[in-house]
């Protein structure tokens, strides 16, 4: 079974232009999670899907944050105009089910995204 | 609102040795989990352990050993005889019932380094 995979790995970009970050899910995984790691301080949460639905995203910094999960399968996060404060390392997560809180998260690699 | 905390930014041993890494956490919900995962260099997620908060008994896998204890709000983790391949960032993390459900809630990680 394939893990979570997330595209591209590295991103370098300047202030002003735009950026979109691919997570592709593990198949059957209806929760789909984005979290962002900003240097040295601690993962945190974006938004969480539901299939295609957004069933939560109040961790989204601002409205230049965009997500998508089309047809429920892969999401996209884009980010535009990318600012300084963007830079981190994106992560996805999948699992099965997410309604009780207890399901193990199956995570990505992560994008690192560095705006200059 | 829920908060892991993770004192220990860095901790280096040498193989051979234990170490533990230490995890507090704050919630007001009576049902929650918590997670402990590891960071390889490769730079996924890789989940080691979930725990509910109606089970404390401690656990062991291995090497690897859990203490909960909710008099303490603390989850720490124990490597025994540690060995070079244990060299990780390892993050503690939180989910809770109630309007957060399903996001989890990280600790800043603690980067160990095994020496041989």
């Known amino acids: 079974e394939a893990g979570v995979t997330q595209f591209p790995s590295h991103s370098v970009i300047e202030k002003g232009q735009t950026v979109t970050l691919r997570c592709d899910p593990i198949s059957g995984h209806d929760n789909l999670y984005w979290y962002r790691r900003v240097m040295g301080k601690e993962i945190k949460f974006l938004l969480h899907f539901v299939k295609e639905s957004k069933q939560d995203e109040s961790g989204m910094p601002n409205n230049r944050f965009l997500a998508e999960r089309t047809g429920g399968t892969y999401s996209t996060l884009k980010v535009q105009p990318a600012e300084l404060e963007d830079s981190g390392v994106y992560f996805c997560a999948s699992s099965r089910q997410g309604g009780t809180g207890s399901d193990e998260q199956f995570f990505g690699p992560g994008t690192r995204l560095t705006v200059l | 609102a829920q908060k892991v905390t993770q004192a220990q930014t860095e901790i280096s041993v040498v193989e051979k040795e234990d170490v533990t890494l230490d995890c507090v956490y704050e919630t007001r919900d009576t049902t929650y989990y918590l997670f402990w995962y590891k960071q390889p260099p490769s730079g996924e997620l890789v989940f080691l352990i979930r725990r509910n908060s109606f089970d404390e008994q401690n656990e062991i896998s291995g090497r690897y050993s859990w203490n909960f204890q909710k008099s303490t709000s603390s989850f720490n983790f124990t490597i025994t005889a540690s060995q070079v391949v244990d060299s990780a960032v390892y993050f503690c993390?939180?989910?809770?019932?109630?309007?957060?459900?399903?996001?989890?809630?990280f600790g800043r990680g603690t980067q160990l380094t095994v020496w041989p």
């Open positions: 993390a939180l989910s809770a019932r109630g309007s957060t459900l399903g996001r989890l809630y």
